[in-house]
């Protein structure tokens, strides 16, 4: 009988994987930024500033224990995992999509970050139908 090679898994379930996500996620919440004594920062008009803790797929990577976001996709790979993960990761999207499309996050930023989910810029046009060249003699 051979001996099983690699790494033993992280994460044996679904649920023990989707508990470190939601603690990541709940990490990941804007909070007023504090001084050393604990005193809330303020804008001119009183207002609180909140400090955006923007969730990432790296910082998931990493809370979760993965030595690489590789590593996490890998999991992904396995059936079990598959609907976890990749809700984790579309979360990480949708805030971009919030807050990087509402202007929250510098407009730059948010682009590079959304093409790296796939999203693009470009415009992309199909013709369907008959295309028809008359020419007209004069």
Same mark, same amino acid.
């Given at each position: 009988?051979?001996?099983?090679?690699?790494?033993?898994?992280?994460?044996?379930?679904?649920?023990?994987?989707?508990?470190?996500?939601?603690?990541?996620?709940?990490?990941?919440?804007?909070?007023?930024?504090?001084?050393?004594?604990?005193?809330?920062?303020?804008?001119?008009?009183? $207002?609180?500033?909140?400090?955006?803790? %923007? !969730? *990432?797929?790296?910082?998931? #990577? =990493?809370?979760?224990?993965?030595? +690489?976001?590789?590593?996490?996709?890998?999991?992904?790979?396995?059936?079990?995992?598959?609907?976890?993960?990749?809700?984790?990761?579309?979360?990480?999207?949708?805030?971009?999509?919030? $807050?990087?499309?509402?202007?929250?996050? %510098? !407009? *730059?930023?948010?682009?590079? #970050? =959304?093409?790296?989910?796939?999203? +693009?810029?470009?415009?992309?046009?199909?013709?369907?139908?008959?295309?028809?060249?008359?020419?007209?003699?004069?």
């Amino acid at each position: 009988m051979s001996e099983p090679v690699g790494r033993p898994l992280k994460y044996k379930t679904a649920e023990e994987m989707q508990a470190g996500i939601d603690e990541y996620f709940a990490l990941c919440q804007p909070k007023p930024m504090v001084d050393e004594e604990g005193n809330v920062y303020k804008d001119k008009s009183g $207002n609180p500033i909140i400090e955006l803790n %923007p !969730p *990432t797929i790296t910082g998931l #990577a =990493l809370h979760l224990g993965f030595e +690489s976001r590789t590593s996490m996709y890998d999991y992904e790979q396995k059936s079990e995992f598959m609907y976890t993960l990749r809700r984790a990761r579309m979360k990480c999207e949708n805030w971009l999509e919030r $807050n990087g499309l509402s202007g929250n996050t %510098p !407009p *730059t930023m948010a682009i590079f #970050a =959304l093409k790296n989910y796939g999203w +693009s810029d470009k415009q992309e046009i199909e013709h369907s139908g008959k295309q028809e060249i008359i020419y007209i003699d004069k």
